[in-house]
C-alpha cells in the first residue's frame, strides 16, 4: 500500500494528458497559463451577463456589445492557445517549459481567429469572394486547429476530421461519390472559406453551444468541485449505501451518477469518484479489474444522465429542433433505469463472490429503508417544486420584474443551512489503508453539505421546473445564475463556518479564494478539449453541408444491410461505437449524429422504420458514449485501471460487459418510442417505468447467470426470453395480427378520410432518386383531417393526382414540411413518377401488454425453481 500515492499520480496524469494538459512549467509560463485559464473563465461570464449590454448602453460603445456576437471566435481563440500551452506536442516535447515553435503556434493560430473579429467588416462587404489574406488566415487556422486537436485529443478526430476535408477537395473525382451526392468538389479558396469564413464549418453550431453553454456547465462543475460538492457527493453514497453487500460499488455507481449529471467528462468523473471508491471495492474484496469496471461502466452512464448530458443536451436542443425540457423528459427514464441495473448487477457480483458491507457506526440502513428514502426524496422534491411554484406566483406582484426577493430567500436558506452545518464536523475520507474501511453516518454527512445542493437547484429550477408563464430561462443564462451562486458558495462557506464555529475566518477565507481561483482554472482547463473538438467536429458538420458526404455512408450500409432493418442498427451501432473512441462527449456526439443520424433516418424509411429524431439521435449517442470503455482505445477504462493497479483490457472488457444492458437500450427506445416518454401521460410512464425496469433487471440477471442463485444455461435463456417479452410485446402481437391496415389507389384516399384527426397515417413513396435516377421506397407519416383526405396531404404541402389507379405525387413547394424529405431526394420530372404506393393506419387489435401475463407467469415458475438453490440472504 506504499505506492498509493504513486497510482493516484498515475491517474491524475492520465486526466492531465486527455482533459486538462500534462504541461506545468514552474516559471512565468505556468503563471501565463494559469493566467489565461482565469481570464477565459472570467470572459464566458461576462458575455454570458447583461454586463456587455449595459456598458455599452451607458457609454455608447457598441464594442462592448460586438464582443458579445463575435464571442465564438474569441472562445476559439483561448481554446488554441491553451491547447499550445498546455498539451505538448510529442510524448517527448519538453513539459516544463513552452518550446519556441509552440509559441510560433500559438501566435498564428490566435492571429487566425482575431483575424475573424479585428476585420470583420471587411469581411461582411465580400461575402464569398474571399481575398489572398483571407485563404491564406483559414489554412493557418484549420493547420493550427488540427495540430491542437492532436495534442488535447490525439489521433481519432485528427483523421475523422482529415478525411471529410479531403472529399471535399477530392470526392468530385469519384465517379461512384459524385453519383451519389452530385457533388463535383470545392476549390481550394471555396473549401477554406466555407470551413474558416462563414459560420458552415468551424464557427458553426457545435462552437457557438460550446461559446453560449458548454462552458458555463463545465464551470460550474468545475467550482462545485473545488469547493468540496463532489466529495459531498461520494461521501453521500457512501454512507447511504456502503454498509449494504458490496456498499462501495453502489455507492460508486450513486456517486458517478450525481457528478456525471453536472460532468462533461467521463474520464473525469472516473478519476474523481474513483480515487476513493475503487480502493474501498478492492479492500471488501472486488478484484482490480471489476472494481474498475463498476466505476467505468457508471461514469460513461453519467454522461447519458440529464439535466446535463455531457453538454450533449444542448447540441441536441439545436440538432432536432426540440425545447431543452423535453431532451431532458426523453432522456430521463433510459438513465435511472440504466443506474438501477447497474446497482442490481453490482449487487449480484456481490452475491456471486459472498462479499459484505462496510461497517458503518449507528444504526444500519435497511434496503427497505433505503427505498423509503429515495421515494420519499422524490415525493419531497415534488412538494417543494409546487410550494416554490406557488410561493413565486404569490410574490410575482409584489417582485414585478425584481429578482432581489428570489435573491434574499435564497440567501437566508444559504445562512440557515451553513449554521446547521458547522454543528457537524468535517467528513474526513478514509486514507489509512490499513484501518478496516467504514462508512460514515447518512445524517451528519447528508445534513454537513446540504448546501451544496442550493446552486444545483437553482439550475434545475431555471432549466426545467418555472413554467413558461413564470419565466424559465435558457440554458445559457440558467447555468450563468446557477455558477455566480456557486461562486459565492466557493468564497464564503469556509469563512462563515469557521465565523459559526469561532476558527481563524482569515485563514479560512484565503482557503476559500484559493477555491475560487482554482475553479475558474480547472474550468477552463476542462474546456480546452472541448472548445477545439466542436471546432474540429464543425469540419465535419461544414463538409456534409458542402457536399452531401453522409449520403455516401448511407449508400454504403444500405447495401451491407441488404434491406434489413436489425442488420442496419447493428452497423450504425458499431459505426458509431468506433467513431466515438477516444473523442469527447460533446465531439462524440457531434460526429455521431451527423454521421449516423441521417443513416437510420433515409436508410430506415425505406425499410418502413419511422421514429421520432430525438429516438434517433439518443440511439447514436448511447453507442458513441460506450466508446469511452471500449477496448482498445476506451480511455476511461485507462484512467480507472490506473487507480485499481488492474489491466487496462481487462477492465475495458468488463466495463462493456455491463455495459451491455446501456446497449440493449437504444434497440429497445427505437422499437418503443414509449421508453422515451413520447406522448405518454402520467400513469402510463409511471406503468413503463416499472415494466421496462423489471425486463432491464431480468435481462442483467440473466447476462450474469446469477438470478436468485446460480442460474443454468436455460434458465438464463428463459429470463432473457422474459425480457424480451417485456420490452416488445408488440412482437408477439404482429406475429398474430397484422399491425397496419394497408391501402393502396383510390382506397387508400378514402381509408385516410376515415381516420379521426390526428391519427398517423403512413404513407409509402416510391419514386426515381433524384441523384442515381433509381426507383426506391421511402415511408413518411402525416397526421389525418378527419373526412378529409386531401386536407391532410395539402397541409404537408403534398398535392396526389389519380391516374390509372395510381397516386401521383406532384412536387411539393420549398418551404412545405416534407421539403427537405420528398422534394429534395426524388426526380419528380423523370421517366418514371413518384406514386403513393400504399397508405397504412394502424389495425384495432388488443392490447399489447396481455403478453404480460405469459411473461410474469414464466418468470414466477423461475423463481419456484430457483428458490430452493438459493444458499444466502438476498441482501
Not at 474571399?130 to 493557418?140: G, N, Q
Not at 438513465?335 to 462496510?358: D, N, Q
Not at 477545439?532 to 461544414?542: P, Q
Not at 450474469?704 to 444455461?713: D, E, M, N, P, T
Request: proline content about 5%; overall charge negative.
Amino acid at each position: 500500500m506504499v505506492d498509493q500515492p504513486s497510482t493516484e499520480r498515475t491517474a491524475d496524469d492520465m486526466v492531465a494528458e486527455a482533459d486538462t494538459g500534462a504541461r506545468n512549467p514552474t516559471n512565468w509560463q505556468g503563471t501565463l497559463i494559469l493566467g489565461t485559464c482565469i481570464v477565459w473563465s472570467l470572459f464566458q461570464l461576462y458575455i454570458a451577463s447583461r454586463i456587455p449590454g449595459m456598458i455599452a448602453q451607458a457609454t455608447g460603445m457598441s464594442i462592448f456589445a460586438n464582443i458579445v456576437a463575435q464571442a465564438r471566435f474569441v472562445h476559439l481563440a483561448f481554446a488554441l492557445a491553451l491547447a499550445t500551452m498546455a498539451f505538448p506536442l510529442t510524448k517527448t516535447a519538453a513539459r516544463d517549459r513552452i518550446p519556441a515553435y509552440d509559441w510560433a503556434l500559438l501566435i498564428l493560430g490566435v492571429s487566425a481567429c482575431l483575424y475573424l473579429v479585428v476585420f470583420r467588416f471587411d469581411i461582411a462587404s465580400r461575402p464569398g469572394l474571399w481575398s489572398t489574406t483571407d485563404i491564406t488566415m483559414s489554412a493557418i487556422g484549420m493547420i493550427c486547429l488540427m495540430i491542437a486537436v492532436y495534442r488535447s485529443l490525439g489521433l481519432p478526430l485528427v483523421i475523422i476530421g482529415c478525411a471529410f476535408i479531403a472529399f471535399a477537395f477530392f470526392g468530385g473525382y469519384s465517379e461512384w461519390a459524385r453519383n451519389i451526392t452530385n457533388y463535383g468538389g470545392a476549390s481550394l479558396s471555396k473549401a477554406l472559406g466555407h470551413y474558416w469564413m462563414q459560420t458552415e464549418g468551424v464557427f458553426g453550431v457545435a462552437l457557438g453551444v460550446s461559446t453560449s453553454m458548454i462552458f458555463l456547465f463545465v464551470l460550474f462543475g468545475a467550482l462545485l468541485d473545488r469547493a468540496g460538492g463532489g466529495n459531498w457527493f461520494i461521501q453521500v453514497a457512501i454512507a447511504l449505501l456502503g454498509a449494504l453487500r458490496g456498499g462501495p460499488a453502489k455507492a460508486s455507481v450513486l456517486s458517478s451518477m450525481m457528478t456525471g449529471m453536472i460532468s462533461g467528462s467521463s474520464i473525469a468523473n472516473t478519476v474523481t469518484t474513483g480515487t476513493f471508491t475503487i480502493p474501498l471495492m478492492k479492500r471488501i474484496g472486488f478484484p482490480a479489474e471489476k472494481a474498475g469496471a463498476v466505476e467505468v461502466a457508471s461514469s460513461t452512464n453519467g454522461q447519458l444522465t440529464p439535466p446535463v448530458m455531457g453538454a450533449a443536451a444542448f447540441l441536441m436542443v439545436e440538432y432536432v429542433n426540440i425545447p431543452y425540457i423535453d431532451v431532458v423528459k426523453h432522456a430521463f427514464l433510459p438513465a435511472v433505469i440504466s443506474y438501477i441495473a447497474l446497482l442490481y448487477i453490482v449487487h449480484l457480483e456481490s452475491l456471486k463472490m459472498g462479499l459484505k458491507g462496510l461497517e458503518k457506526p449507528g444504526r444500519r440502513i435497511g434496503v427497505l429503508m433505503i427505498l423509503i428514502l429515495f421515494l420519499s426524496g422524490f415525493i419531497a422534491l415534488g412538494i417543494l417544486t409546487f410550494l416554490m411554484i406557488g410561493l413565486r406566483a404569490l410574490l410575482d406582484p409584489i417582485m414585478g420584474g425584481s429578482i432581489y426577493v428570489a435573491v434574499a430567500l435564497v440567501g437566508v436558506l444559504y445562512l440557515v443551512l451553513l449554521k446547521i452545518s458547522a454543528g457537524f464536523p468535517e467528513i474526513k475520507e478514509d486514507t489509512d489503508p490499513n484501518a478496516p474501511p467504514t462508512a460514515p453516518r447518512l445524517t451528519p454527512t447528508l445534513i454537513g453539505g446540504l448546501y451544496f445542493a442550493i446552486p444545483i437547484f437553482i439550475l434545475v429550477w431555471n432549466l426545467m421546473v418555472r413554467t413558461d408563464t413564470l419565466d424559465r430561462l435558457s440554458p445559457a443564462l440558467s447555468a450563468f445564475w446557477a455558477t455566480i451562486f456557486m461562486i459565492f458558495i466557493a468564497l464564503t462557506h469556509r469563512p462563515l463556518k469557521a465565523m459559526f464555529r469561532r476558527h481563524d475566518v482569515g485563514a479560512e477565507a484565503r482557503a476559500g479564494w484559493g477555491d475560487f481561483v482554482q475553479g475558474l482554472i480547472l474550468g477552463a482547463r476542462n474546456m480546452i478539449g472541448i472548445g477545439v473538438a466542436t471546432g474540429a467536429a464543425g469540419v465535419i458538420v461544414g463538409t456534409i453541408s458542402l457536399t452531401g458526404a453522409h449520403q455516401v455512408i448511407g449508400q454504403v450500409i444500405e447495401v451491407i444491410s441488404g434491406g434489413n432493418l436489425m442488420v442496419l442498427l447493428l452497423l450504425v451501432a458499431v459505426l458509431s461505437l468506433i467513431l466515438g473512441m477516444g473523442l469527447p462527449t460533446t465531439a462524440n456526439y457531434i460526429v455521431v449524429s451527423s454521421l449516423m443520424a441521417p443513416v437510420i433516418i433515409s436508410v430506415g424509411a425505406q425499410v418502413g422504420l419511422v421514429v421520432p429524431l430525438i429516438a434517433v439521435h439518443m440511439f447514436v449517442f448511447y453507442f458513441g458514449i460506450l466508446a469511452d470503455d471500449t477496448p482498445p482505445v476506451g480511455l476511461a477504462a485507462y484512467a480507472a485501471a490506473a487507480i485499481s493497479r488492474g489491466d487496462p483490457i481487462k477492465t475495458g472488457l468488463q466495463g462493456f460487459g455491463y455495459d451491455i444492458r446501456t446497449a440493449l437500450l437504444p434497440f429497445l427506445f427505437i422499437f418503443n418510442t414509449d421508453l422515451l416518454l413520447i406522448d405518454v401521460d402520467f400513469f402510463h410512464a409511471v406503468f413503463i417505468f416499472f415494466v421496462a425496469l423489471l425486463a432491464m433487471l431480468l435481462f442483467a440477471a440473466a447476462t450474469q447467470g446469477y438470478f436468485i442463485a446460480k442460474s443454468k444455461l436455460w434458465e438464463s435463456v428463459v429470463l432473457l426470453f422474459i425480457a424480451f417479452m417485456l420490452f416488445r410485446p408488440g412482437f408477439f402481437l404482429d406475429m398474430v395480427e397484422d399491425p397496419y391496415v394497408t391501402a393502396s389507389g383510390n382506397t387508400a384516399l378514402e381509408l385516410m378520410a376515415e381516420e379521426p384527426d390526428g391519427v398517423d397515417l403512413r404513407l409509402m413513396i416510391e419514386g426515381p432518386d433524384f441523384d442515381t435516377g433509381k426507383v426506391r421506397p421511402t415511408t413518411v407519416v402525416i397526421p389525418a383531417v378527419a373526412g378529409d383526405a386531401d386536407a391532410a396531404l395539402s397541409a404537408q404541402g403534398l398535392t396526389v393526382l389519380e391516374e390509372d389507379g395510381r397516386l401521383l405525387l406532384e412536387e411539393p413547394f420549398p418551404g412545405t414540411p416534407l421539403f427537405d424529405q420528398l422534394g429534395t431526394e426524388y426526380d419528380y420530372y423523370g421517366d418514371s413518377p413518384v406514386v403513393i404506393s400504399a397508405v397504412q393506419v394502424e389495425s384495432e387489435r388488443f392490447a399489447k401488454e396481455w403478453f404480460f401475463i405469459p411473461a410474469l407467469l414464466l418468470l414466477a415458475g423461475v423463481v419456484m425453481i430457483q428458490r430452493p438453490r438459493a444458499k444466502q440472504p438476498a441482501f
